[in-house]
């Protein structure tokens, strides 16, 4: 760490200047959550914008403070609003580096409900007395390690108290130094139980590598940067996590993020073969209330939604039809779309997604206005009239609108019949955030949560490069653009349009909310060092008291007439559907029906909705 901080501090003062200047623009003109967070969190980030930029513009080349000094008060301003998806973007040498010590912390509960922090990775080669997955943190720099994690855990804020703890454990091993300031410390003294129930000390350096690179250029026009809803820290962390710890994933990949492989490939020897190893793992697990399938899903950061979600559906097919468990724990977010078209495949219900506000700004409606007609292939139209009306109404937001398509989240229907359950933490955020709001507004399932939120973060976020790009295309660009190229590859970031949720909590933001599990399910010791054998247990006893439905669907034909046979389980009614029109209401007495349909072509959509006491539990479609 030394080594490398000697050779940063090349900013100048005007240089400085700028990226202040610069950060009052997004903020004050950009930022969808400001008034939220002055309200909620009581900050002012722009006052201390001002205030920075009146003692800069005393100062000379001669007389500024050290470079740190400036990115450590520019990170404290964005980590205020406690908002992970607004953050300043640290410049060259800090960009694409990352700090780590050599092992991983987790916290878990014992049996009396007292927490207990324990190693649970190491990196290859890595070795101290004693040292390994199950030995004890008890001390860090000699503070007890529970208040270290909050301690840190308030310099990295998130949107609530356990985003805060989950960020501030994170982060005393591992930071992205893109978006966090590099540890004032040369090194860490770790005070620990050794695996023999020793007492031992342990003084490590804090150490610096190259990261592997993002999925995709987030400064460029396109539809994939325009959606995404991605916590840069926690996908920055799981890069490095992978670099670290997961070094056969990083070789199927070829050292790329979220990869999409020509042919599918299993990391573990349970595992099923994904073509995106990166994204998922996908495997049965044996729990003490049966055998389920498992989907891991690391990251919703990939270039192709619809890729994304037809892996899924293929995964999920292969797994026990009886019940499936969706884990996203530590999953920052990604392409909105990957998450909202992949929530239809487990529910009969029609997707309705998330919408989205502007604030009401004059440079929010200038970029509408640029882009109000797709001139690029970012389409900001549905928002435009509304931004257009607010100097006259008032109104402190735009329109609400949907970012994904209604039509993309809806083209198959459901694909798994099965009881699913999704597991969360605090960790969650961004689409992921989204995608369990969804989960749970559209009654897909429960919610078993380790923490008692997820992250809180609802919001699409864009970099200050797509900004200034959206005043630049098509040309000719706006003269009059207030925003200048940032120096030495330093970026912002800004949440521009918040999400809102629907069904019964319907316009209430996620931002600062969350989603709050239906079941919350704590840690333990055997959890973290015996591959989540008690909380699979628990979403295994959740998944059994669940019903099991079935609607199964085999056509054949007869010249023009189209005979039906459906197989069922929990159902007492089917209605079936040639291209959305309705052609049968049966009343289901056993588990089997056959139904003969006239005049019918080849190629039609068959749409089978299968009922319970009324209410519609499971839809097939297949084309005839």
């Known amino acids: 760490m030394p080594n490398f901080l000697a050779s940063a501090g090349t900013l100048t003062l005007v240089q400085r200047i700028q990226l202040v200047e610069q950060a009052l623009v997004l903020l004050e003109q950009n930022y969808v959550h400001l008034p939220l967070k002055v309200a909620m969190h009581a900050v002012n980030p722009l006052q201390r914008l001002r205030v920075m930029r009146a003692r800069m513009e005393r100062q000379t080349a001669a007389t500024m403070g050290p470079e740190w000094i400036f990115h450590r008060e520019m990170s404290s301003i964005f980590h205020s609003v406690r908002d992970l998806h607004t953050n300043y973007l640290l410049p060259v040498p800090f960009a694409g580096k990352i ?88 090194w860490v003294t770790l005070s620990y139980v050794g695996l023999d129930g020793s007492t031992q000390e342990l003084r490590e350096q804090w150490k610096v590598a190259t990261n592997l690179p993002p999925m995709t250029d987030l400064d460029a026009i396109s539809e994939t940067s325009a959606s995404m809803g991605l916590d840069l820290d926690s996908d920055e962390k799981a890069r490095a996590k992978k670099a670290l710890y997961v070094r056969d994933v990083v070789e199927l990949e070829g050292g790329q993020s979220s990869a999409e492989l020509r042919t599918p490939a299993a990391v573990a020897g349970a595992d099923l073969p ?281 056509t054949t034909f007869s010249g023009t007439t189209l005979t039906v046979a459906l197989e069922v389980d929990e159902l007492d009614r089917v209605d079936l559907y040639l291209d959305d029109r309705p052609i049968s209401s049966e009343d289901l007495t056993g588990p089997e029906l056959s139904i003969d349909i006239l005049e019918v072509t080849h190629g039609q959509l068959l749409r089978a909705d299968g009922y319970q006491a009324g209410a519609l539990v499971a839809s097939r479609r297949t084309k005839v």
């Open 274 to 554: 994904t073509t995106m190893p990166g994204v998922f793992r996908a495997r049965e697990v044996v729990t003490s209330s049966g055998t389920f399938g498992h989907v891991r899903i690391f990251t919703f950061s990939v270039q192709d939604p619809v890729a994304f979600r037809n892996e899924f559906v293929r995964l999920a097919a292969a797994l026990p039809q009886n019940g499936m468990i969706v884990d996203v724990r530590d999953n920052g977010g990604g392409h909105i779309f990957a998450s909202e078209f992949t929530l239809q495949t487990m529910t009969p219900r029609r997707i309705a997604p998330e919408p989205v506000q502007f604030i009401s700004t004059p440079l929010n409606q200038r970029i509408c206005r640029r882009h109000k007609d797709n001139p690029v292939g970012i389409d900001l139209g549905p928002w435009f009239d509304s931004l257009d009306l607010a100097t006259e109404t008032g109104a402190a937001y735009s329109a609400a609108k949907p970012i994904t398509p209604e039509d993309g989240a809806n083209d198959i229907g459901q694909t798994y019949h099965g009881p699913v359950v999704l597991i969360t933490d605090a960790r969650v955020y961004s689409a992921t955030d989204i995608f369990a709001a969804g989960f749970a507004d559209h009654g897909i399932g429960p919610i078993l949560g380790v923490d008692a939120n997820t992250g809180a973060g609802g919001a699409n976020v864009w970099t200050h490069g797509l900004l200034a790009a959206l005043l630049n295309e098509p040309p000719p660009p706006d003269e009059t653009s207030p925003y200048i190229a940032l120096p030495n590859g330093a970026n912002l970031r800004v949440a521009i349009r918040r999400t809102l949720r629907v069904g019964a909590l319907s316009g209430t933001p996620v931002e600062d909310l969350g989603v709050k599990p239906t079941v919350m399910h704590k840690m333990t010791q055997a959890d973290l060092l015996e591959g989540n054998v008690d909380l699979l247990n628990k979403a295994g006893s959740l998944l059994a008291a669940l019903p099991h439905r079935r609607l199964d669907v085999k």
């Open 99 to 186: 700090a780590f010590l050599p092992f991983m912390i987790e916290k878990c509960y014992d049996a009396a409900d007292v927490e207990h922090y324990l190693i649970t990775r190491t990196v290859t080669g890595f070795s101290a007395p004693q040292f390994g997955p199950g030995a004890e943190v008890t001390h860090w720099n000699g503070t007890p390690i529970a208040r270290a994690v909050a301690l840190n855990g308030a310099l990295f804020a998130g949107s609530n108290d356990a985003a805060n703890l989950a960020r501030g454990l994170e982060s005393l091993t591992l930071r992205p130094l893109v978006i966090q300031a590099p540890p004032d410390e040369d």
